[in-house]
């Protein structure tokens, strides 16, 4: 087991571990670090995949909602290295949900996600005082919730792929704005962009200038 | 929110007077209504005055000057062929304020006028009694103050939320009230707030023709680009004559309690050429003096930048 804090760097991954590079033999499991994650969403029920109640005209019929979808994403950024803005070029995200039983209803979850990503990744942020616990910034003007004018839907690009994940009603998965979790993919473009790691959140200017060594 | 009367004014000075008699003045309503329905501050005035009823004081007239009356929607002076051609920094910094239905409702004087957005200020039942408040402390220098000010701070840190003035001090503009005519705009902000007298009500917004060979420039840095208050703006109005700057004005808004005179970076630009390299000079200058606070260091670079940018695109 090596120490969790090691730099990126130093690591590398291959058949389902992740390890030292500098020595090989000390490793941690893809199950393990997502175990570790710290912003996981929900969690990864023991049922996973293995309650089939009945079959139903030769489908299984399992707990939709427990039947997780899989989604991986790649986003690509601007940064503007004067004020710490950046621009969002391309969102795209691919989404494995089983069975697709409602068409445009999944795909709009999907496209709901990749709002979640942009709201997550640059604008939700609850800031209290330090002294009293106040909650400073919950007016809607103050939490700055973005609208549709400031959600770059142009360059969403989600995707869905039907796949084989058999044990939800009809072979489907739930199908709750999957990408949602896949926020922190906007920090790692910006980490790749100014060549540094951010590890808080939202990628507010002063974190992004404070990362980058202007303040 | 707390029961209060309402008035109609019909003149400037019935709303005088009855602004004397602790009434409000009430305009648009966007600013003060939300307070009172926030009841950010302990007490309230018993009387709403409106001064929307009083005739002709919503007027954009060019007569050489531009003068409009404080009445005046921000959406008429954004979309105003007038005012777009010749102060178009003005145009641009009205644009810039709020949502269109904001700016429908809202009036260029309520706009002056409004409070200051400090979240310590602006919390909930009065919960920070704080210095603007009549208290003793400003809760910001010791508390999280990523958006307050770094320039011209004394005993509040709250800054100057107004997107027009800080077009309007780069212009030159001044203003008229029922006992003041044509004093310089700036006279107008004071730390905590504006200078206006208990009976005193803002007429008209004058603001001189640009001279030849003016420039102007707003640039408005905002966390949310489809609206919100600014970060940090700048506002721009260069004179060039003989390929070099003859007169020069830079205001500094989101970053002072008033509109900011930024007289160093003036004085860096006045004389010589304005081109890529000067303009840089200059927005370094920009921010002499800063004062940072725990969390809002990050406001120097930003507000450069918009110096910086605003000059380039008055070049």
Redo the contacts between chains.
């Keep these: 087991m090596f120490d969790p804090q090691v730099n990126p760097e130093d690591l590398d991954a291959a058949d389902g571990k992740i390890f030292l590079i500098s020595n090989p033999s000390t490793f941690l499991t893809h199950a393990e670090v997502c175990a570790r994650a710290p912003r996981i969403i929900g969690h990864a029920t023991d049922n996973w995949g293995s309650t089939l109640t009945r079959e139903h005209f030769g489908y299984p019929i399992g707990h939709a909602a427990n039947q997780m979808p899989v989604c991986v994403s790649g986003v690509e950024v601007a940064v503007d290295p004067?004020?710490?803005?950046f621009e969002v070029l391309n969102l795209t995200y691919l989404t494995d949900i089983g069975r697709i039983v409602f068409h445009d209803g999944a795909y709009g979850q999907a496209e709901a996600g990749c709002d979640h990503v942009m709201a997550q990744a640059v604008?939700w942020d609850c800031?209290?005082?330090?002294?009293?616990g106040?909650y400073?910034?919950?007016?809607f003007?103050?939490s700055?919730m973005?609208?549709s004018?400031?959600l770059p839907i142009e360059v969403y690009n989600p995707q869905l792929r039907e796949g084989d994940s058999a044990c939800g009603p009809y072979g489907a998965t739930g199908m709750g704005e999957p990408a949602a979790g896949n926020h922190n993919t906007v920090s790692l473009a910006v980490s790749n962009a100014i060549g540094t790691y951010i590890t808080e959140g939202p990628l507010?200017?002063?974190t992004i200038?404070?990362a980058m060594g202007?303040? | 929110m707390r029961q209060f009367s309402h008035i109609n004014a019909t003149t400037v000075a019935e709303a005088a007077a009855a602004k004397a008699d602790g009434g409000a003045i009430l305009a648009g309503g966007t600013d003060l209504l939300t307070m009172e329905k926030d009841f950010v501050l302990s007490t309230s005035a018993d009387t709403m005055v409106n001064i929307k009823t009083i005739p002709d004081m919503d007027t954009i007239v060019d007569d050489g000057s531009l003068k409009i009356g404080t009445l005046a929607k921000l959406t008429d002076i954004a979309e105003s062929s007038t005012v777009k051609s010749k102060w178009a920094s003005l145009a641009e910094s009205a644009r810039r304020v709020g949502t269109p239905q904001l700016r429908n409702m809202g009036t260029l004087g309520g706009n002056l006028c409004q409070e200051c957005r400090c979240w310590y200020f602006r919390a909930h039942e009065n919960y920070f009694n704080c210095f603007r408040k009549g208290g003793t402390l400003c809760f910001a220098t010791i508390g999280n103050n990523r958006y307050n000010a770094i320039l011209g701070g004394q005993v509040c840190f709250a800054v100057c939320p107004s997107d027009t003035a800080i077009a309007l001090t780069a212009l030159g503009a001044t203003f008229s009230s029922n006992t003041r005519s044509n004093a310089p705009i700036a006279d107008l902000f004071v730390v905590l707030g504006t200078s206006l007298g208990d009976n005193e009500v803002l007429t008209e917004i004058q603001v001189p023709a640009p001279a030849s060979g003016t420039v102007q420039a707003f640039y408005k840095y905002a966390i949310r680009k489809s609206f919100d208050f600014a970060v940090a703006s700048a506002a721009v109005s260069v004179t060039v004559s003989g390929g070099n700057v003859s007169e020069c004005k830079i205001a500094l808004g989101g970053v002072a309690p008033t509109p900011y005179r930024a007289s160093a970076a003036e004085d860096e630009l006045t004389g010589g050429p304005l081109n890529a390299s000067t303009a840089a000079a200059a927005a370094a200058k920009a921010t002499n003096g800063a004062l940072k606070l725990t969390d809002n260091a990050w406001l120097v670079p930003i507000a450069q930048a918009m110096v910086k940018r605003a000059l380039l695109t008055a070049e």
């Design positions: 004067e004020t710490g803005e604008y800031i209290w005082d330090k002294s009293t106040y400073l910034n919950s007016y003007w103050q700055r973005p609208t004018l400031d507010n200017p002063w200038l404070k202007k303040i």
